[in-house]
């Protein structure tokens, strides 16, 4: 029964990390509808970003984080700015093919940066700080990644139902040309879009880099935070968050009880058969052609 | 039409002239140069594996500047492959056939050394020192391939039944990354468990992709297990060591000579990775051995970059191709590849800075005859990274 | 770009005679290629001419019936299993068992199409993308094909040529290329071609037209699949050495860039395509050997980045092109080669 809830405990704090990368995902695909393969990426520029100001700055943790944020929001709004505005008759595989050349060039500066070798990021929380309560083990690191997703989500949530700017990403979403008519800066919300959702997705990124940062950290997160977020709908936020979960627990399930060699491919098993019933997502309206 | 000819003309030439090297001595060697070629992830999953050919490359320029060999500079060339069998097999071609090599050098990795391994036999263009320890390099034994890496089967066999016999361990679970590498140590373990009349109580197989360990942990950890030996990436060794000691999962871990950085593992582990025990590839990185104080001193602070760390993959480039410069040496200032090869086989007892290095002259069927080394040793990690040798020279044979 | 006046010179294969004359030209300078440059160059065309093949499939289905694939390195994982097991294990000789395992992957890549038949967008990219993972999963997990410990491919022969060297090898793949490329440029100019284009540009209205939907969308995943697996079987004989984690989704995703760069929905792009990423892949580590440049290059990285990771230049110039190409022309390098030709047919004017 320990070893069932303890994996039922390790599902969550996978899945909110999963979770943190699935919401930053649905942000930019609600607004632009582009799948963001950059988006790990983007996060792991920003994690390494935070690493150096800490190894070679000398300063506190917390600056170096709110200045890692700003980078990250940043980063996000600049590359909507100068790489994806420019897409001229834009479809959607070209947009694919544009962010995957975004997350190679942004996977290059890293490595170049900053080699190849395993490294750790200095935090006030170690990776392997926990508590034990009844025989669980609960570490405290995976509890703020909890946190923080549903921080995000419910932030969110509430960010695109009721505040002006979040209706106005809505709008630019489901009629671009009227919401420009209603007078809405389309590009100006697009930016803030992808720097919101960069800095959603840098939250993940930060809070894996304590355990071990190297450059391909993120592209295990950003398959399973996308596959989380096509199986939510790809347009509902906390249909991406109970994806994520779904996914974090059943895997570590499966991994227990039935074969850990199919552990990492059985969330896509899972997701196919889900989207056989609800070609959708779970949690989106299904959406219907008009001819 | 005449531009066609004069075209013909020319590419005939450019190819007599490219051969006239060839009617005075082998390929790849002339009187002031010997080209040796290598290969090794720079980019890509794998890259932390890019020092061995940088170690490489800094062990030659220090041979060169200390007089060369017979008269001769090395000239390396090492290009990155990014760990894709289809682009090593590219650039190996494009070397050979076009720039000329001697021989090559070290060279990282299973299935980009397996994809070439067919193609220089062909050739018999000597290879010494490929940075895997898979058995296949040297089962069957091939004359052209000089295999120093200590077999991670003899080395896992040693670690299992040092456990037993030693410390006297019961019940050993075994997690091993699921490729080729994993695989070789799991069988050197189960022989060892099959000879004690054992059998492990877990096997897990990782993923090289994998991030979440946790499931994985919890497999061992329901096994109860008083010995648990890792044959995983060093990042996920240092994750698994980790979360199993906050679990309070408290167990003898035993790993591989890939994470036998102590420094380095302790570093990313923050302290973790005390009391765990590994094989080596020779010496550890804060050995107090003469010569690998010389190396770090005249090789590593010379001519590495300042990023470049003195860690175990930086020196295991060193330490892959001591014996070809023993070769190359013997083989004297009438350099062929036939006297090269010759000379390899005649290396007895060479001790650098790996183990003893022993070749015989090529026989069927006996994988000792290329397969150099054959002793490891255990060492055991103490606080902040230091290192406590457990054991003398254990053959693995 | 020309007007058509009449059905038939849609259907027909070549324009005019001239197109006939400069596509002899081509083949025959293909053919006697091999004599003129180095085994290396050999080896790189055989190379680039295993992923044409796996590219002009690919646009198929991306290109002409707008579906997407993030798995066809499974595919060609199927291929490249099945020739090789077929040869060692049931004794085939290569030409049966190179268009079996095609098959096999053909009746996958059927498999994959049924639910492509309601999914689109990001969710059939997932669903394709979780194909590719688990297919090598469960390839290294089957004792059979080698496990993770790979197999090694057997000596080549057809009937009583043994084919051993990259030349010889050139001649089986370069012919078998230029026929699927034919067999692909007849096969969509029939009313097949027409359906698969009816699809991508409307689906409901192709229904409503007769069009039957499931026949030619689960057909499209299956020729599709087919060519990887062809190219795929090839591949085996080029490496001489499998193993599951060759075929990662790095291959799949480098596959649908090439279609894309090169032109979605032209035969010829998706051949530049697959040539110029190909080419990169292989020549950008050369990079820092380029003079000054090179210089330069090294300069940047001691005093702003790492040496140790100063190869890792190839991957921002190979996204920047990627980008770049994308962004100045959507219709990729089809689409600059079709301005180029208006630009010269009107020229002084």
New interface residues.
Partial sequence: MI?FI??IV?GV??GSTYALMGLAMVII?KTS?V?NFAQGEMALITSYFAMMLLTTMNISVYLAFFISFAFAAILGAFLEFV?LR?????????M???T??????L???V??????????MPFPI?????F?VGGI?I?KLDVLTLISALFFMIVLYLFFKFSKLGLAMKATQQNSVAAQIVGIKTNRIMMMTWGISSLVGATAGLL?SP??M????M???M?KG??A??MGG?TSLPGAVIAAYML?II??LF??YIS??????V???I??LV??VK???LFARHYV?K? | MKKRLMFVLFVSLTFLLSFTPGLFAEEGVTDTEIHIGSYGPQTGPAAAWGAVPRGTSGYFKWINDNGGIHGRKLVYHMFDDGYNPAKTKAGVKELQEGTGIFAWAGGVGTSPGLAIKGYLAKKNVPWVGPATGSREFVNPPQKNLFAVYPLYEGEAKVLVNYAIETMGKKRVAIAYLNDGYGKNGLRGALTSLKSHGMESVAQVPFEAKDSDLKPHIMKLRQAKPDMVLLWITPGQAAKVVGISKAMKFDTQFMSVSTCSDFIFMNAITKGAWEGVITGTFGEVPDSKLPLMAKYKKEIFDKYAAKEERWGIFYYAGILFVEPMIEGLKAAGRDLTREKFITAMENIKGFKGVGPEVNFTPYKKGDIYSRQGTSQTFLVQCLKNGKSKRLTGLIDTK | MDMKRDYYEDVELFSSPVVVFWFIVLIGSLYLFPMFVDNYYVYVANYIAINIIVAAGLNLLVGFTGQISLGHAGFFAIGAYGTVILMIKAGFPFLLALPCAALVAAGFGFLLGLPALRLEGPYLAIATLGFGLTITQIIGRVELFGGRDGLHAPDLTIGPWVLDTDKEFYFLVITLTIFLLLFMRNLIKTRVGRAFIAIRDADIAAETMGVNIVFYKTLAFAISAFYAGIAGGMYAFVLKFIEPEIFTLLMSILFLAMVVVGGLGSMLGSVAGAVLLCWLDLKLRNILDIPYLGEWLKDLSENWFSITGVSNIQYIVFGSIMIAIMLFEPLGLYGIWIRMKKYWRTWPF
Avoid: H
């Fill in positions: 070893d303890q994996m390790s704090a996978t695909y509808e799948p790489i420019r897409a001229k008759e834009p479809n959607v595989l070209g694919i093919v544009i995957i050349g975004i997350e190679m060039v996977l290059g500066f490595s170049w940066k900053f080699g190849a070798e395993e490294k750790t170690g990776p392997y700080d926990g034990i083990y570490s894996i355990t071990v190297q450059p391909f950290m592209w295990d997160p398959l996308f596959a977020a096509v790809m974090g895997e570590n991994g227990g850990i060699e199919f552990k990492t491919v969330a896509f098993a997701i196919v989207l056989c070609p959708s997502g052609k001819v």
